[in-house]
């Protein structure tokens, strides 16, 4: 089943899940924050969408205080996977895993092509 990874306040994440129901897609909704996604999902998500970048948040708070803009890329993946399974707000959201789907954020064009 798809698990879609969700802040209840993120209007991005209310889009997507909206989206959704209006097509009828059955889903497990997670709160990010409480449970990140596990270090396994997040390995996941970077095999199939291919940039470590494209899993952070890069425009929160937390990534900003952690300076990661200029720590990422000296980080291993692994250092940078274990950063995101224990703070869920650095994960980019919504954060939509499944046995067909994988997709980081919003964008209705790509969300479009995955469930047509």
Do not use: Q
Request: hydrophobic share 40%; net charge positive.
């Amino acid at each position: 089943m798809l698990r879609v990874y969700e802040y209840e306040k993120c209007s991005t994440c209310r889009k997507a899940l909206k989206f959704l129901d209006a097509r009828g897609v059955r889903y497990e909704r997670v709160p990010i924050v409480e449970r990140p996604p596990k270090p396994a999902e997040l390995k996941e998500m970077l095999r199939r969408v291919g940039e470590l970048r494209r899993l952070f948040n890069t425009s929160g708070e937390l990534y900003r205080e952690l300076k990661l803009s200029e720590r990422l890329p000296r980080l291993s993946e692994a250092e940078a996977l274990d950063l995101l399974a224990r703070h869920g707000k650095l994960v980019k959201r919504p954060f939509a895993l499944g046995p067909r789907v994988a997709l980081v954020g919003f964008d209705e064009a790509e969300w479009k092509a995955a469930f047509t």
